[in-house]
């Protein structure tokens, strides 16, 4: 079993930082949960092994070994996997490093969500850019051989990857989606939301049963299932990131108290939240 639960969303880049590089291994039958989430950071994500679908901006696609996805912050996505073995490397980044002059002109490839696939031969020297990468955040996470490997990558991929055919609607020009922006927005900017699913309703001028169903139609859970997890996701970061205590993090975030915190993060990731603390800094 894997040594660690790890998911994309507790991740967030450390202050004086540009970037972070994690390698993720499961084996097969290990628990793994997602949901429909975004980050404050870019994100690529370049699998190993993989049996599932991605969720993004412009659809729907089937994932198979070796692929590669790229999420933009603030950009609404998510992951359905198989119970398969699986293993990636995530790397998230400030938008600002695309900035850099050398960027101008491949920039508006990574300005919304894409899949793509590269050919073999490629794919196996991007795989081993990856391992320089990685190896090198682990020896210097700030240092200048990171993050011209980083640019290299980015590169790399602006240069040989090609998008893979999605198989649904966007998410963000469905009209459910749409309705739902003022609380989407909520939950973009603030750790812990804490609407009721009346008031969340009467954001959007919708009855409670009509958000309700466009909501999980949207989102694949229901309102109260996505609020939870949007609060417990954010407590990941602060655990990984912050010095506040378990019982601050609780009561920041709206639990009811520590105990229950405690029980609901253990829920959801198979692990109280001290070990998730001392196992993230571990890393």
Known sequence: MAKQQVYCE?????????????????????????FMHFHEVHEIIIFEEIDGHYFFSQGESQLSNHDVVFTPALETHNFSLTRAQKSWYIIQFLPSVLDEPQFASIRNQFEHGVHWRLPRQKMNQLLQQT???????????????????????????AQYAQPVTTVA???????????????????RHRACVELSLVEAAALCH?????????FKKVF?????????????YSAARLLSQSSKSITDISYELGFSSPSHFIAQFKRQFAQTPRAFRSHSREQ
């Open 206 to 214: 919708l009855s409670p049963s009509h958000f309700s169903r466009q």
């Open 220 to 232: 694949r859970c229901n309102y109260s299932q996505y609020q939870l997890r949007h609060k417990l």
């Open 131 to 157: 391992r320089w990468l990685y190896g090198a955040y682990q020896e210097e996470p700030t240092g200048i051989i990171g993050k011209s490997l980083l640019q290299l990558l980015l590169m790399w991929l």
């Open 169 to 187: 609607q966007p998410i963000r020009y469905s009209l459910g989606y749409e309705k739902l922006a003022p609380v989407v927005d909520k939950f």
């Open 10 to 34: 507790p991740f967030c880049i450390e202050e004086s930082h540009q970037f972070e590089i994690h390698h993720v291994d499961y084996g097969e039958n290990d628990p793994y949960t997602c």
